[in-house]
């Protein structure tokens, strides 16, 4: 291929005696440089193949790690540059071309992409340390829960976010473009408060846990932040009497503990005690040791876990029974009716609820002892 054309004179002149014996003379060559880059414009890895005017100006093959392509003193011409990138990581190959003048520094931009995923947690927290992958690569979230992909080819890809040692997120994403996105993952901030039956603040000893992650304290409320979604077990437990009662053991799951309000299977006993005639009771009453004053009829004994519970009432003139108690119908408030009737075998007592009777187990050789279990609303 011709790059110079023009004369110059050699030997000696009349005039101007003996020329330089040397010279210089401009060819048309420079050298041709493109480069390969994403689509940020960040360079990266081709393979190279070159179409120029002539087969001695061509080449295939050409390997640049860094994406640079450069051939030194090619003659001025148009050149058709390809550039491929294959990647073994996604398994996908893309290719881009261009039209290229050795002088004039050319680009190919392939459609290769920068994917920068932040893991958050339901309560928009980042997840410092999640392990995020996308398609086979994993890298690690920094401080504000960022992890950045480069040289992602176009294409459907599954991402996957563990943290805490559970799967918290799963999704596929289309890389079209530039990747930023926000991952809203399966993390939650626990807030949950105690309360008995009738709705008052209850202070209990609280275990939360699932495998070998574990959370315990004492008071009304349950207050835990970033707790991975999945099976935990919970369980409430206070001390009575020298011993410990729990009150709830059940699965729960992070999500459903978000402002959740724990009613516990304890509360208030409120008896009505009457004759059969309707006449008022007077005298004291006993439950699980307790005994209180019974006025007009009435009588409250103050948290009681549900269960099965002995009242004996001692009258004014020495009457004397015991009564089981149970309330399969309570609400908040109410009084529960324990009527007391004579018989020719002595005192007996039944038990009437405020819509029907209470099943009562077979008469014992005591004949004022009935029984009944203790329930919530």
């Not at 908040?332 to 009777?357: C, F, N, V």
């Amino acid at each position: 291929m011709t790059v110079f054309r023009g004369h110059r004179y050699v030997g000696y002149h009349p005039t101007y005696g003996f020329p330089p014996t040397s010279f210089n003379i401009s060819a048309s060559v420079d050298d041709l440089v493109v480069s390969a880059v994403d689509m940020a414009g960040n360079p990266v890895g081709a393979v190279f193949s070159v179409e120029g005017p002539t087969p001695e100006a061509s080449g295939a093959e050409i390997v640049a790690a860094d994406g640079l392509l450069r051939l030194e003193q090619m003659p001025i011409a148009d050149y058709l540059v390809r550039a491929t990138n294959s990647s073994r990581v996604f398994g996908v190959t893309v290719e881009g071309s261009t039209t290229a003048r050795p002088g004039e520094r050319a680009e190919i931009r392939l459609p290769i992409f920068g994917v920068t995923l932040r893991a958050v947690s339901m309560d928009g927290k980042p997840l410092q340390g999640a392990s995020v992958r996308l398609h086979t690569v994993n890298m690690a979230a920094d401080s504000s829960g960022r992890a950045s992909f480069p040289g992602v080819p176009a294409g459907s890809y599954e991402v996957e976010v563990s943290y805490g040692g559970a799967t918290v997120y799963r999704e596929k994403i289309e890389v079209k473009d530039n990747v930023y996105r926000d991952l809203k993952c399966a993390v939650y901030d626990v807030s949950a408060s105690f309360v008995s039956a009738d709705g008052e603040p209850m202070v209990v000893l609280w275990s939360l846990g699932a495998g070998d992650r574990g959370f315990s304290g004492t008071g009304d409320r349950i207050s835990i932040e970033m707790l991975p979604e999945g099976e935990y077990r919970l369980t409430a437990t206070i001390r009575r009497d020298g011993r410990e009662v729990r009150l709830l053991e059940e699965a729960v799951r992070p999500s459903e503990l978000r402002g959740a309000v724990i009613r516990l299977p304890i509360g208030r006993l409120a008896l009505r005690i009457v004759w059969d005639d309707g006449t008022p009771f007077e005298g004291q009453a006993t439950v699980a040791g307790e005994t209180r004053r019974i006025v007009n009829g009435r009588v409250e004994f103050e948290l009681l876990p549900f269960g099965a519970y002995n009242v004996t009432v001692r009258g004014c003139r020495g009457h004397r029974g015991a009564q089981d108690w149970s309330d399969p119908r309570r609400r908040r408030g109410d009084h529960q009716d324990l009527i007391l009737k004579h018989s020719r075998q002595g005192l007996r007592h039944a038990w009437e609820a405020d819509r029907g009777r209470g099943r009562q187990d077979p008469e014992p050789e005591d004949p004022g002892s009935a029984r009944y279990r203790h329930h919530g609303a």
